[in-house]
């Protein structure tokens, strides 16, 4: 069973950065892709960014794009969110996400949640 923790949320200012982090075990990860969900208070989860852990190629929604940066490391299995320039929309709890055999033309359906880590942006 794939069991993904996270860590890193917190409290920042708007125009801070946060890094947050997911390290993953329980399984073999070569054709997975991992990334990560948002879900701000009253809002629906939406997508934010996966990684195809095979070539490391990134996805990101509109929203983030040029503000945040996916990346991985093979040797500790584990997935970083590095935001910067952050506003008080991105205000959420984050969530790390895991899907087997991901392609990337069908999108990003996570089968595998952590547990969700909160990100305040303050104005």
């Known amino acids: 069973q794939v069991q993904l923790v996270e860590s890193g949320g917190g409290l920042v200012q ?14 073999t990860f070569s054709t997975y892709g991992m990334g990560w969900f948002r879900q701000a ?17 990134t996805y990101y929604a509109d929203s983030v794009k040029g ?16 935001m910067n320039s952050l506003k008080p929309e991105d205000t959420a709890v984050y969530y790390c996400a895991a899907q087997n055999v991901f392609i990337p033309a069908l999108g990003f359906k996570s089968e ?7 990100v305040t942006v303050s104005s």
């Open 14 to 27: 708007a125009g801070g950065s946060l890094r947050l982090s997911c390290t993953a075990s329980g399984g």
């Open 112 to 118: 595998y949640w952590g547990q969700g880590t909160p």
């Open 41 to 57: 208070p009253g809002k629906e989860r939406e997508f934010v960014s996966v990684i195809k852990w095979s070539d490391a190629r």
């Open 67 to 82: 503000r945040f940066t996916t990346s991985r490391d093979n040797i500790k299995n584990t997935v970083y969110l590095q």
